[in-house]
């Protein structure tokens, strides 16, 4: 009877092939009659054969480490030796690279790509983010021209004080029931044309404009609706809608045809807050921004909230509609003459109007102090109010 | 094939000889081809975002599945060993740079090493792959085994000392004493073995 042990010797004299020739005869007979045997001998083999091939690899792999380190070894003196034998300095110290230099450039060569695709992400960002900001900027001035500011005013700072309780008490006795409580987006300021209910005002006032109301100073509010305008000398005319509306009564002012006088002295009244302001001038130039003669400048401090507001000389002749102003100028503000009114007025007097015009022929204020005369005209400046 | 052979034949032995020269188990011929396809090796790591060491390590495993294959006789070369070698680094090279790095990976290729999948490489590492797996197992194995079985079996096995010597060298009173010793200790070294290598699923 064989013991582990002795299956073992004899696996291992037959694996390096010490055995004779009958007992090798013996043996492969009896690993083909046996299978048990066979997987003993498969595993015994597979094992030793692990273990030397196991030896194998690790003797190569010190070779090839001892090859790598001869390498290194036989490349180093070289490189030393090759200055050495014509000079004592090196000559281009760039030819040595520092431990650091050597990991920046492993960095570089790392993450160049990543560094590459991030830079021109960057840029691309930068410009695109300047050319975008200019358009929107081109977009957002587009009524106006650059540098030429339209003086409608926005009117989120106004929402407060319109809702606060005192003035809504006083709004409710007056106002019409169906008055709108929502706040309106711009304001502007217009004025009485004729008796019947016609208003003047600007027409980037009402430009995109949902519903207007005017609002006089006594707080009476009418609606309004659009009736002309022209876009190019930026003048619309609005009527008043409301049924209980009577009529503005005669108009204290006469609406000059001719133009205006350089130097002359002028004046006007406007809404850039909530209370009426005045404000006084000289008639600067007989044309307007960039050389159009539509328009004076007048040397009127004006601000968002004037616009579509009269402009009167010192008899208070009405001689023009305020409109905008230059923003790089000091005190350069313009107006669209009244003649181009006059004109405007013809032209719908031809298109024949349902309600009929009369147009103020004769002021009744000339000859008067500034403080009567804005007295008598205050009546017949109003707030528009445009809603959205 | 003998030395002679290749040292007298030019200063770049072609790679026929080379790989008759590794068979017959010259170091020379060996540290030759180390020698000479380093440059290129350790150039496609350090262009692929790999370290001097990351190169070495590449580049000598790459040898290694060269090498073992030319002894086993095994190696079916269907190309030049240049294109052979630089298929198997880059795949090992590739290989570590997926694990390494959350990214997909893509790698910088030499032109002048053209076609480099018709190779057999894909397949040479899948076995060596395999027989890497086996190799660490029977490395834990030996770690496991402990002394003095581990010095027994790698004196008699790995390094080839005879029984007789290593009787003397273990102090044991007589050679079959160290042969039931070297038989106890295969035993349990099979065991260890068999069970961890089984055990993981390929």
């Not at chain 1, 005017?214 to 305008?229: K, L």
Request: proline fraction near 4%; aromatic fraction near 10%.
């Amino acid at each position: 009877m064989m013991t582990e042990a002795d299956y073992y010797d004899l696996f291992e004299a037959y694996a390096r092939g010490e055995l004779a020739g009958p007992a090798r005869a013996n043996f492969e007979a009896r690993l083909a009659a046996d299978p048990a045997l066979a997987l003993r001998y498969a595993d015994f083999a597979e094992l030793t054969g692990t273990l030397r091939a196991y030896g194998r690899r690790q003797n190569v792999r010190q070779q090839l480490r001892g090859i790598h380190a001869t390498m290194l070894a036989a490349d180093a003196p070289e490189e030393l030796a090759r200055p050495e034998t014509t000079l004592t300095h090196t000559v281009n110290p760039m030819l040595r690279i520092s431990r650091t230099e050597r990991k920046l450039r492993e960095f570089w060569s790392g993450h160049r790509a990543t560094a590459g695709v991030a830079a021109s992400v960057a840029i691309l960002a930068v410009f695109s983010m300047l050319l975008g900001l200019e358009w929107w900027r081109a977009a957002k001035a587009q009524p106006s021209l650059y540098g030429y500011q339209v003086l409608r005013r926005e009117m989120d700072k106004l929402k407060k004080n319109q809702q606060s309780p005192s003035r809504t008490l006083n709004q409710i006795d007056v106002a019409p029931a169906t008055a709108v409580e929502r706040p309106s987006k711009f304001s502007g300021t217009g004025f009485a044309l004729t008796s019947e209910g016609y208003l003047v005002t600007s027409y980037h006032v009402i430009q995109g404009a949902d519903s207007l109301l005017i609002e006089g100073r006594d707080r009476q509010r009418y609606h309004a609706e659009p009736v002309f305008s022209d876009v190019k000398h930026d003048l619309a005319i609005l009527r008043i809608t409301d049924k209980r509306f009577t009529g503005f009564g005669r108009l204290p002012y006469a609406i000059k045809s001719g133009q205006a006088d350089l130097g002359e002295r002028v004046f006007t009244l406007g809404f850039p807050r909530e209370d009426m302001v005045y404000g006084e001038g000289a008639l600067s130039a007989r044309s307007g921004f960039e050389g159009d003669t539509a328009f004076y400048q007048v040397s009127i401090p004006v601000n968002p909230g004037n616009s579509g507001g009269p402009l009167l000389d010192e008899r208070g002749n009405l001689i023009g509609v305020v409109s905008g102003r230059q923003n790089d100028a000091q005190s350069a503000a313009f107006a669209t003459k009244s003649s181009y009114l006059v004109r405007l007025v013809d032209s719908l007097e031809a298109a024949k109007p349902a309600a009929p015009y009369h147009l103020p022929r004769y002021g009744q204020l000339a000859g008067t102090g500034r403080p009567h005369q804005v007295k008598k005209l205050q009546d017949y400046v109003f707030v528009v109010k445009v809603f959205e | 094939m003998s030395r002679g052979n290749l040292s007298s034949s030019s200063s770049t032995p072609s790679d026929d000889a080379l790989i008759a020269a590794m068979r017959g188990g010259d170091e020379r011929a060996l540290a030759h081809l180390y020698r000479l396809h380093w440059p290129m090796v350790s150039h496609f790591v350090l262009q692929n975002s790999g370290s001097e060491d990351d190169a070495q390590d590449v580049y000598q495993e790459g040898v290694m599945v060269f090498y073992e294959k030319v002894r086993d006789g095994s190696l079916e070369l269907s190309c030049q060993i240049k294109t052979y070698l630089y298929a198997v680094c880059r795949r090992l090279w590739l290989k570590r740079l997926t694990s390494r790095s959350r990214f997909g990976v893509r790698l910088l290729d030499d032109e002048e090493h053209g076609p480099y999948l018709n190779t057999g490489a894909e397949e040479d590492l899948l076995a060596a792959e395999e027989q890497d797996r086996r190799f660490s197992t029977m490395s834990e194995a030996l770690n496991h085994l402990g002394e003095p079985c581990r010095s027994l079996l790698e004196g008699f096995y790995l390094l080839d000392k005879s029984m007789q010597d290593l009787t003397v060298e273990f102090g044991y009173t007589n050679a079959d004493n160290a042969k039931n010793q070297k038989y106890k200790c295969l035993v349990r070294l099979k065991k260890l073995f068999f069970t961890h290598y089984k055990e993981e699923p390929i």
